[in-house]
T-cell receptor, first 111, second 111 residues
Framework: EDQVTQSPEALRLQEGESSSLNCSYTVSGLRGLFWYRQDPGKGPEFLFT???AGEEKEKERLKATLTKKESFLHITAPKPEDSATYLCAVQGESSGSRLTFGEGTQLTVNP | KAGVTQTPRYLIKTRGQQVTLSCSPI?????VSWYQQTPGQGLQFLFEYFSETQRNKGNFPGRFSGRQFSNSRSEMNVSTLELGDSALYLCASSLTADTQYFGPGTRLTVL
C-alpha cells in the first residue's frame, strides 16, 4: 500500500525566510511524485511532477527535489501570497491513476 | 484553455437523500478521477473513468458510484447519504495517466 507522510504539519515563516517542506513516501515502484498547492475552499493547483531520484524542478520561488525515499519543496524568500497548504502525492506502478496524498503542510508567511 | 469545472459548487442535503455531482474535464482530457477531501482523512481516491469505463476504484462503499459520458463529462452519485459523507468532492482530469488537474470542488453538507 502506498503511503505518504508530510512534515511539518504547519509552518510559519517571516517574509523572506527560506525553508523546506518534507514528503516521505513508500511505494512499490514510483511512477510519479506530485506537488500541489491548495488555498482554502479551492481545489488543489498543480505545481510539479517528479519521476526519478535526482530530478529537480523549479517555478518562481519554489524548487522540488526527489530522492528514493523523500521529496523536498524548497521555498526561497517566500512572500505572503505563498501562504497555502502544500500537498504531496505519489502514484505507484500498481496503482493505476490513483494518487495517494499526504495530509499536507499548512504554510503561513507573515509580512 | 478552460480548466476543470464542477457543478454545483455547494450542496446541502439531509440524511437518506441521494446526490449527483457533475464534472467537465479540460478539453481533450479523457480521464476523470474523483476524490473526497475531509479534515480527518485528507484526500482519498474514489474512482477513475476513462473512455466511459471505470478503470480504477478506491475503498468506498457501493453507495458511491459514477459514470462518464461520450464527451468525457462525468457524474458521481452518492445514495442514502450519511452525516460522514459531508466533504469537499474534487474532480480531476488528465491527458495521460499521470498529472491530474483539479477542479474547484463541490462542497457537500449532509444534515
Amino acid at each position: 500500500e502506498d503511503q505518504v507522510t508530510q512534515s511539518p504539519e504547519a509552518l510559519r515563516l517571516q517574509e523572506g525566510e527560506s525553508s523546506s517542506l518534507n514528503c516521505s513516501y513508500t511505494v512499490s515502484g514510483l511512477r510519479g511524485l506530485f506537488w500541489y498547492r491548495q488555498d482554502p475552499g479551492k481545489g488543489p493547483e498543480f505545481l510539479f511532477t517528479l519521476y526519478s531520484a535526482g530530478e529537480e524542478k523549479e517555478k518562481e520561488r519554489l524548487k522540488a527535489t526527489l530522492t528514493k525515499k523523500e521529496s523536498f519543496l524548497h521555498i526561497t524568500a517566500p512572500k505572503p501570497e505563498d501562504s497555502a497548504t502544500y500537498l504531496c502525492a505519489v502514484q505507484g506502478e500498481s496503482s493505476g491513476s490513483r494518487l495517494t496524498f499526504g495530509e499536507g503542510t499548512q504554510l503561513t508567511v507573515n509580512p | 484553455k478552460a480548466g476543470v469545472t464542477q457543478t454545483p459548487r455547494y450542496l446541502i442535503k439531509t440524511r437518506g437523500q441521494q446526490v449527483t455531482l457533475s464534472c467537465s474535464p479540460i478539453s481533450g482530457h479523457r480521464s476523470v478521477s474523483w476524490y473526497q477531501q475531509t479534515p480527518g482523512q485528507g484526500l482519498q481516491f474514489l474512482f477513475e473513468y476513462f473512455s466511459e469505463t471505470q478503470r480504477n476504484k478506491g475503498n468506498f462503499p457501493g453507495r458511491f458510484s459514477g459514470r462518464q459520458f461520450s464527451n468525457s463529462r462525468s457524474e458521481m452519485n452518492v445514495s442514502t447519504l450519511e452525516l460522514g459523507d459531508s466533504a469537499l468532492y474534487l474532480c480531476a482530469s488528465s491527458l495521460t495517466a499521470d498529472t491530474q488537474y483539479f477542479g474547484p470542488g463541490t462542497r457537500l453538507t449532509v444534515l
